[in-house]
């Protein structure tokens, strides 16, 4: 494999132009959404200009704004790996899209039947189904987290699982540390409990490669505005399983599960999305055109964020053996570099010097941008005592990302904690 080639990248990427006292931007916030391609404003600009209508008119536009929508579902279906467009249900976001879902599903369960969530998850997986399961009268059960370095307990996972399991909700990624769950392992282990599994990729989606058949989960969430597209959920949700829920709606409602007139202009963003992610591979340098000439879109797609993959597991390993034994820096979650490829490339940081907060506005002064706080995932920054300090510093890197950006990075984090600001 060719070596991959962000710089051929970031041209398509229109604010990753800006800058801040001469000097370019750092965007490390993508894991709270990340810049988008030009393609992607061109495409929702193009729906408003020529084919701005609802949905099943005997007219021009409105067939043509239908053929965008359902070629979406089908893009999305690729990227996702699932095995029809109609198993593809868009919402407002992951969060929305969930608190939907969660009615259907809960509905199908008996007063004293169980649903696990986890520490390491962002709350749009957890409240959810504690707001369920107060009002259908079930049990909510936890699952722990080693505290070391941010990774499921899986042992507390199969002696939580009981005969009145019905769902597990758990991430696919932390959005907060970084650290990658073992999914494919933890739906064998819900399903032979006789449970149903809905995994948030909201985090992860961005980073490598998914695949809702080999992983076997019911449900998949994932969050358009996190892969370099507009603000948009989108929810794969197994037919067999979909099927068999009742859903909330209005009655000529041509959707069970996508409820009122959806945001087609975004719809049509996230199929420029998906279609940027496709030509990722060739774009990169990490293969040629002819060596993908003929292949499915699926087989783009893949090997695409495979290429994405191996690319940041690089930067990460740049930025963990770089920080590594700074004074005063302390790295939540998997910080050895070896271990790159259980994590993505999104750090957790507590300074001795200065606080999240502090450090995020120093950081921003000098042009690079990250988010400091908890990031609505609660439970584990509370579980790791940093809830009341503001909780951390989150760098997060994504493919456009660069090793000058990394080392940039590093230089100002350094700095930092060594107790100095970043900028005069």
């Given at each position: 494999?060719s070596?991959?080639?962000p710089?051929?990248?970031?041209?398509?990427f229109?604010?990753?132009?800006?800058?801040?006292?001469?000097?370019p931007?750092?965007?490390?916030?993508?894991?709270?959404?990340t810049q988008?391609p030009?393609r992607?404003?061109?495409?929702?600009v193009?729906?408003?200009?020529?084919?701005?209508a609802?949905?099943g008119g005997?007219?021009?536009t409105?067939?043509?704004?239908?053929?965008i929508?359902h070629?979406?579902?089908?893009?999305?279906?690729?990227l996702?790996?699932?095995?029809?467009?109609?198993?593809?249900?868009?919402?407002y976001n992951?969060?929305?899209?969930?608190?939907?879902?969660?009615?259907s599903?809960?509905?199908?369960?008996?007063?004293?039947?169980?649903?696990v969530?986890?520490?390491?998850?962002?709350?749009?997986?957890?409240s959810?189904?504690?707001v369920?399961?107060?009002d259908r009268?079930?049990?909510?059960?936890?699952?722990d987290v080693?505290?070391?370095?941010?990774?499921?307990?899986?042992a507390?996972?199969?002696a939580?699982?009981?005969?009145?399991?019905r769902?597990?909700?758990?991430?696919?990624a932390s959005n907060?540390v970084?650290?990658?769950?073992?999914?494919k392992?933890?739906?064998?282990?819900?399903?032979a409990a006789?449970?149903l599994?809905?995994?948030d990729?909201v985090?992860?989606?961005p980073?490598?490669?998914?695949?809702?058949?080999?992983?076997g989960?019911?449900f998949?969430?994932?969050s358009?505005?996190k892969?370099?597209g507009?603000?948009l959920?989108?929810?794969?949700?197994r037919?067999?399983?979909?099927?068999?829920?009742?859903?909330?709606?209005?009655?000529?409602?041509?959707?069970?599960?996508?409820?009122?007139?959806?945001?087609?202009?975004?719809?049509a963003g996230?199929?420029?999305?998906?279609?940027?992610?496709?030509?990722?591979?060739?774009?990169?340098?990490?293969?040629?055109?002819?060596?993908?000439?003929?292949?499915?879109?699926r087989?783009?797609l893949?090997?695409?964020?495979?290429?994405?993959?191996?690319?940041?597991?690089?930067?990460?390993r740049?930025f963990?053996s770089?920080i590594?034994?700074i004074?005063g820096?302390?790295?939540?979650?998997?910080?050895?570099?070896?271990r790159?490829a259980?994590r993505?490339p999104t750090?957790?940081?507590t300074?001795?010097?200065?606080?999240?907060?502090a450090a995020?506005?120093e950081l921003?002064?000098?042009?690079?941008?990250?988010?400091d706080?908890?990031?609505?995932?609660?439970?584990?920054?509370?579980?790791?005592?940093?809830?009341?300090?503001?909780g951390?510093?989150?760098?997060?890197?994504?493919?456009?990302?660069?090793?000058d950006?990394?080392?940039?990075?590093?230089?100002?984090?350094?700095?930092?904690a060594?107790?100095a600001?970043?900028?005069?």
């Amino acid at each position: 494999m060719s070596r991959f080639d962000p710089l051929a990248l970031r041209p398509e990427f229109p604010a990753l132009a800006r800058e801040q006292d001469g000097r370019p931007v750092v965007f490390l916030d993508g894991p709270g959404g990340t810049q988008v391609p030009q393609r992607v404003i061109d495409a929702i600009v193009r729906y408003y200009r020529e084919s701005n209508a609802n949905d099943g008119g005997a007219f021009a536009t409105s067939r043509a704004s239908d053929a965008i929508v359902h070629e979406a579902h089908a893009a999305v279906a690729d990227l996702l790996g699932a095995a029809s467009a109609d198993e593809i249900k868009f919402g407002y976001n992951m969060t929305t899209l969930t608190f939907h879902a969660s009615r259907s599903i809960a509905a199908t369960f008996e007063p004293g039947d169980e649903i696990v969530v986890t520490t390491l998850d962002h709350e749009a997986n957890v409240s959810p189904w504690r707001v369920i399961a107060a009002d259908r009268g079930l049990t909510v059960r936890t699952v722990d987290v080693d505290v070391h370095d941010c990774t499921l307990d899986l042992a507390d996972l199969e002696a939580t699982l009981s005969a009145r399991t019905r769902l597990v909700a758990v991430g696919y990624a932390s959005n907060a540390v970084g650290t990658i769950n073992p999914v494919k392992r933890i739906v064998e282990l819900a399903h032979a409990a006789g449970a149903l599994t809905y995994v948030d990729a909201v985090h992860y989606a961005p980073h490598g490669p998914i695949d809702v058949a080999d992983l076997g989960t019911d449900f998949l969430a994932t969050s358009v505005y996190k892969w370099f597209g507009p603000h948009l959920g989108a929810l794969y949700g197994r037919t067999e399983v979909l099927d068999r829920l009742p859903a909330y709606k209005v009655r000529p409602a041509h959707d069970r599960f996508e409820t009122g007139t959806q945001d087609f202009e975004a719809i049509a963003g996230a199929l420029a999305a998906v279609d940027y992610l496709r030509t990722v591979g060739v774009a990169s340098g990490t293969v040629t055109a002819a060596e993908v000439a003929g292949a499915s879109r699926r087989a783009q797609l893949v090997g695409s964020m495979a290429a994405i993959s191996a690319y940041e597991r690089e930067l990460s390993r740049r930025f963990l053996s770089e920080i590594s034994g700074i004074p005063g820096l302390h790295v939540w979650g998997i910080a050895d570099p070896s271990r790159a490829a259980e994590r993505t490339p999104t750090f957790a940081l507590t300074f001795d010097a200065i606080s999240p907060r502090a450090a995020a506005e120093e950081l921003g002064r000098q042009g690079i941008y990250a988010w400091d706080g908890d990031f609505y995932a609660q439970a584990l920054i509370e579980r790791l005592g940093l809830f009341d300090g503001g909780g951390v510093l989150r760098l997060g890197l994504v493919h456009y990302s660069t090793t000058d950006e990394v080392d940039r990075t590093i230089e100002a984090i350094s700095r930092l904690a060594a107790g100095a600001v970043v900028s005069a």
